[in-house]
């Protein structure tokens, strides 16, 4: 039954292009019996697939700079987010080893989790924080991927995450 599910949660993940209410109505379907955790486990696996994907056809067109913090928010939030400052969000912080964003823009994940009354506080960890991590990986392995979970939205106006450089 587990597969069934995978695949009902893969094809709606693939098929969602900017509205997430069928994704979502697959991961509830299969949280009645796998549990919520075990569907978005799955939504993950089928994120970091797609992920992966994304960059091998990425990377090797991506120009790198000296700078990986600079990298990495030129890779996720500006090459595959199509987000821009200032109109989704900004830049609260910058140094050499951390950046933090908050971000407004437009999200079908927030909208489907409103309209399911899920908390976006464990989907987005349980799904979309793992995909972000791979992606950090690629530009370079130091990078460490997080959000603030308690400026989230709807709770906050905005999404707060923060993409570290470990020494």
């Not at 950090?136 to 999404?159: E, G, K, M, V, W």
């Amino acid at each position: 039954m587990t597969q069934l599910h995978a695949e009902r949660i893969r094809r709606a993940y693939l098929a969602k292009k900017g509205d997430s209410t069928e994704l979502f109505r697959a991961l509830i379907v299969a949280a009645e019996e796998i549990g919520l955790g075990g569907a978005l486990r799955i939504l993950e696996r089928c994120i970091i697939e797609k992920r992966r994907a994304w960059l091998e056809q990425a990377l090797p067109r991506f120009t790198r700079t000296a700078n990986p913090l600079e990298d990495a928010f030129r890779l996720l939030y500006v090459e595959y987010l199509r987000l821009s400052i200032p109109d989704d969000g900004e830049i609260v912080e910058s140094s050499p080893t951390r950046l933090v964003s908050r971000w407004w823009n437009p999200c079908s994940t927030l909208e489907a989790c409103q309209a399911f009354d899920l908390d976006t506080r464990t989907v987005c960890r349980l799904a979309y924080h793992a995909p972000v991590q791979v992606l950090l990986d690629a530009i370079d392995p130091r990078l460490s991927f997080d959000r603030n979970y308690a400026c989230l939205r709807p709770f906050t106006p905005y999404c707060e995450e923060i993409i570290t450089l470990r020494e």
